[in-house]
């Protein structure tokens, strides 16, 4: 099992969603980028984002060529029938260089380990495997390097799990909070028949609508459900039916139906989740701007650097990029956290 290691130098790893924002990454000081095809394979599947394998490989070409490693997301689950294209696209990351794929499903994993064993394996947050015991199986199977652990843990869970596999830790450090148990969302696919796990696209553009009432409230619909009304002036959110406001009869004011949508913004804890034995610290945002990506990844490439160099970091420039409504930092450190 691993040894623990205090301020181990960890990786930091940074979304791509289209190559511009590959290069961007790596010019910002991203020791590693994680991207996704053009196809279900992946679950950011949306007009505009990802890559065709040509770009694929020329931005292996740029990220090797300046000592920054390239991760290539096949985190869906395939429906029965259609293996295939997840067949496909473990071959092109075999065949252009990628560094590692980031696998969910155990058939995809197995093919992987079979046809392609000198491809690295990293297990998908979207596998749900938080415990050791779901880790080792899928190391001892399919000869999984590193896992991707799921953003509810706290420090002292992560330190724990650590201390039982004998894979790297990856761990979530910047964006979004997943909604109740990660990589198994179904509302999307409730509402609009596309899914989330094996289409990759949650609240498909084409089912969004916005539509503005007379006194200048502005109504968010997914498919045939209202999920969300904002007053004039009011900032809308992100239109996804988890994250949406509903009218009930024992809430006065429309509410979140989960949870209130907040930011993970981890920063603070750096130390802490490096003592605990986390590998690579991972950025959440291929869905965000150039612009984004490069003030957090610059952000974090500064914060890293400071702390391996025995100075205090100083993140107070992150607090301006966090989503939502609120941040989250010190409930990780509790225990009771959920």
């Known amino acids: 099992m691993n040894d623990h290691v205090e301020h181990r130098r960890p990786e930091l790893v940074c979304p791509a969603g289209t190559p511009a924002s590959l290069r961007t990454a790596v010019d910002a000081g991203a020791d590693t980028v994680y991207c996704g095809l053009q196809n279900a394979t992946n679950a950011r599947n949306f007009p505009g984002l990802n890559f065709s394998p040509d770009e694929l490989r020329s931005s292996v070409g740029y990220a090797h060529a300046r000592g920054s490693k390239v991760l290539l997301a096949v985190n869906t689950f395939p429906p029965a029938g259609q293996f295939q294209l997840w067949k496909d696209a473990v071959g092109i990351a075999a065949s252009v260089g990628v560094d590692a794929i980031i696998v969910a499903d155990m058939g995809v994993a197995a093919f992987a380990c079979r046809e392609y064993p000198q491809l690295r394996l990293h297990l998908s947050v979207q596998a749900g495997a938080s415990s050791p015991e779901a880790i080792r199986f899928h190391c001892e199977e399919f000869n999984i390097k590193r ?12 330190a724990d799990v650590h201390r039982q596999i004998p894979c790297e830790i990856e761990a979530f450090v910047f964006g979004n909070i997943g909604m109740m148990a990660e990589g198994r969302c179904s509302l999307t696919n409730y509402v609009t028949g596309v899914s989330t796990n094996m289409d990759g696209v949650c609240s498909p553009a084409a089912d ?14 997914l498919g045939p459900f ?11 959110g992100y239109p996804t039916i988890c994250k949406g406001r509903y009218s009930c009869s024992a809430q006065s004011e429309p509410y979140y139906a989960f949870e209130e949508p907040r930011s993970l913004n981890l920063s603070a804890l750096l130390p802490d989740l490096m003592r605990a034995g986390v590998t690579a610290l991972k950025i959440e945002g291929r869905q965000r701007s150039r612009a984004y990506v490069k003030s957090v990844v610059a952000a974090f490439r500064r914060a890293v650097d400071e702390i391996m160099a025995g100075k205090e970091p100083a993140l107070t420039d992150l607090i301006a990029l966090t989503e939502g409504h609120k941040e989250t930092q010190g409930a990780f450190q509790s225990k009771s956290w959920r």
């Open 147 to 158: 896992v991707v652990l799921p953003r509810i843990l706290t420090v002292a869970e992560i």
């Open 226 to 236: 209202v999920i969300d009304q904002y007053g004039c002036g009011e900032s809308g």
């Open 208 to 221: 969004v609508r916005y539509e503005e009432e007379a006194d200048g409230t502005l109504t968010t619909r």
